[in-house]
C-alpha cells in the first residue's frame, strides 16, 4: 500500500512521477470505504467522485515547489466544522448541523494542499478514553477487533494505524490524541496550549483544548506541525510565537540531555507489561547517550481530582449553548457520560460550592504548574507511560466511569499545565495490543520531543 509510506517518501515519488495524485487518493478513499465497514472510525465520508476530481486538478497543477503535503490524504475528528461535511462532535444533538465555515487547522492543511477524505469518530463531545460514548458505531482497534481504540480521537488513530490515511488532525484535552494513538500503535502529538489555533474546533474544556496531529511517525508529525501551527486572529488564546521549522531539528544529536522520571509515575500499581516495556525504551534512550534522573512530584497524585474539576466546570459552560434553541436539537439528547461530566461542572460551579471547588481546583493547578517548571529545571524532557493498561475489551472502560477517568492519568497533567508530549508506540503485549510512551518537553519545545522521539523510532525501527 502507497499509504504505508512516509510523508516524505510520498511526496518524493510525487515529484519523480512514480504515482499520482489520483493514484494515492483513490487508494485512500477505497481502503476508508471499504475497512470503515468493519473499523467504524469515520462518521461521514466525502463522496468518491468529488475527492478524485480534486485528485485530478492537483495532478494537472502538480509541480516540484509544491509543499510536501500537496495531494496527501488526510483525515479529521469530527469536533472540527467543514463547509463539506456535517459536523456532529459524536452526539445526536447536533445531528444533520452543516457549519457555514471551516476551522482553521483543515484550511490550512487544504490551503497546503492535502486532500481531506473523511471525518473521524469519537466519544461524544470528547468525554471518554475510549470511542464507545458515541451516538454513532463504536471505533474498533485495527491491531485486535475486540479492544477498544482508545479516545477520545480513536476514529483518527484507527484510520492511521490502517493506513487510510497518511495522518489525521485529533484533538486533546487530557489525553485524547495520546491515548488512542497509544493503543492504535501510532504517533500523536499534544501540542503546546496555543501553539496550533482553536478556531472551527468544539469546545470541551477550553482552557485545556489543544489541536494536534496523529501519524505515523515523528517525522510525519513534524512535517504536520510546520503546516498548522501559528497565530490566528480568530482565536485570542492562539500564540503569537514565530514556528519552528521542526522537521530540521529531527536529526539533532540528543545525546547529554536529560530525562526525568516522576516516581509518582513509575510505581507497581499498573499494568507490568506497559511499565516493563516504557522502562526498556528508557534504557534504549539511555544508550543513546541520554542521562536519567528522578523526579519527586507528590502533586502528581492529585492530578485527576484535578482535572475534572476543571474539565467538568468548563464542558458545564461550553455545552450550555446546546439547548435546542440555540444550537442542536436539544439536551435531552446527551449521553450518559456527558450528563455525568456537566451535573458536576455545573455543581462545582455552583453558588455557594463555586469558591470550594472550581477556584479551588485552579489553585491546585497553578502548584501542578509550579511543580513542572520545577522539575524542568534539573532534566530536558519527562518521560511516563501513556497509559496505564493496555486497549480493554469493549465496554469495560463504558460501564466503569472512575476507570474511564483513570484511563487519562498520565496524560491530563499536560494539558493542565500547557506544556507538549508525544506519544510513541514502544511494543506490543503478548496480546499483539501496542504499548506507548509519552515525551513530555517544556512549553513550545516541541522540536526538542520530535527529536528524541525521531532518533528512537529510526534507530529502534
Known amino acids: 500500500m502507497l499509504l504505508e509510506l512516509s510523508i516524505d517518501e510520498l511526496a518524493a515519488r510525487l515529484r519523480k512521477k512514480e504515482i499520482t495524485i489520483e493514484q494515492l487518493v483513490s487508494e485512500s478513499i477505497d481502503a476508508s470505504l471499504q475497512e470503515n465497514e468493519k473499523l467504524n472510525c469515520y462518521i461521514s465520508l466525502r463522496n468518491k467522485k468529488d475527492v478524485l476530481k480534486e485528485a485530478r486538478q492537483k495532478d494537472l497543477e502538480f509541480s516540484v515547489d509544491k509543499p510536501k503535503l500537496y495531494g496527501i490524504p488526510f483525515s479529521v475528528k469530527d469536533s472540527y466544522v467543514t463547509k463539506e461535511l456535517p459536523t456532529t462532535s459524536g452526539s445526536a444533538v447536533l ?29 461524544s463531545w470528547g468525554h471518554g478514553g475510549s470511542s464507545e460514548n458515541t451516538d454513532f458505531a463504536v471505533v474498533k482497534n485495527p491491531n485486535n477487533l475486540k479492544h477498544i481504540a482508545g479516545g ?46 482553536r478556531y472551527g474546533t468544539i469546545a470541551y474544556a477550553s482552557s485545556l483544548d489543544t489541536v494536534g496531529p496523529i501519524a505515523n511517525s515523528a517525522a510525519d508529525l513534524a512535517l504536520v506541525l ?40 513509575f510505581g507497581d500499581n499498573y499494568n507490568p507489561e506497559v511499565r516493563a516495556s516504557v522502562l526498556a525504551a528508557v534504557e534504549k534512550l539511555r544508550s543513546l547517550g541520554l542521562e536519567t534522573v528522578e523526579l519527586d512530584m507528590p502533586v502528581l497524585d492529585y492530578a485527576i481530582p484535578i482535572y475534572y474539576m476543571i474539565a467538568a466546570s468548563e464542558t458545564s459552560s461550553n455545552l450550555a449553548r446546546y439547548d435546542g434553541i440555540r444550537f442542536g436539537t436539544g439536551r435531552d439528547k446527551f449521553l450518559p457520560e456527558s450528563t455525568r461530566r456537566i451535573m458536576l461542572g455545573t455543581y462545582a460551579l455552583s453558588a455557594g460550592y463555586a469558591d470550594e471547588l472550581y477556584k479551588n481546583g485552579q489553585r491546585a493547578r497553578t502548584l501542578l504548574i509550579n511543580s513542572y517548571e520545577k522539575a524542568f529545571k534539573n532534566c530536558d524532557v519527562i518521560i511516563t507511560p501513556t497509559s496505564p493498561s493496555l486497549a480493554q475489551k469493549f465496554g469495560e472502560l463504558l460501564t466503569n466511569p472512575i476507570e474511564n477517568m483513570l484511563a487519562d ?10 506544556i507538549p508530549s508525544i506519544a510513541i508506540p514502544v511494543g506490543r503485549s503478548k496480546d499483539n495490543l501496542s504499548i506507548g510512551m509519552q515525551i513530555m518537553g517544556k512549553k513550545f519545545a516541541e522540536s526538542s520531543i520530535l527529536n528524541i522521539a525521531h532518533i528512537y523510532q529510526t534507530t529502534t525501527q
Request: proline share 4%.
Open 409 to 418: 492519568l498520565f496524560t491530563v497533567t499536560c494539558n493542565l499545565v500547557g
Open 95 to 123: 445531528q444533520n448541523y452543516h457549519s457555514p465555515y471551516t476551522a482553521t487547522v483543515v484550511k490550512k492543511l487544504q490551503a497546503a494542499g492535502a486532500i481531506l477524505i473523511g471525518k473521524n469518530s469519537q466519544d
Open 226 to 265: 510546520e503546516t498548522i501551527a501559528g497565530a490566528d486572529p480568530k482565536d485570542s488564546s492562539s500564540s503569537q510565537r514565530p514556528v519552528d521549522t521542526y522537521t530540521k531539528t529531527l536529526t539533532q544529536q540528543i545525546s547529554g540531555k536529560k530525562i526525568g522520571l516522576p516516581k509518582q509515575f
Open 152 to 197: 477520545s480521537s480513536g476514529g483518527s488513530a484507527a484510520a492511521v494505524a490502517a493506513h487510510l490515511v497518511s495522518f489525521s488532525i485529533g484533538e486533546d484535552t487530557g489525553g485524547s490524541i495520546r491515548n488512542p494513538a497509544s493503543m492504535c500503535g501510532v504517533s500523536g502529538l499534544k501540542v503546546t496550549y496555543g501553539r496550533v489555533s
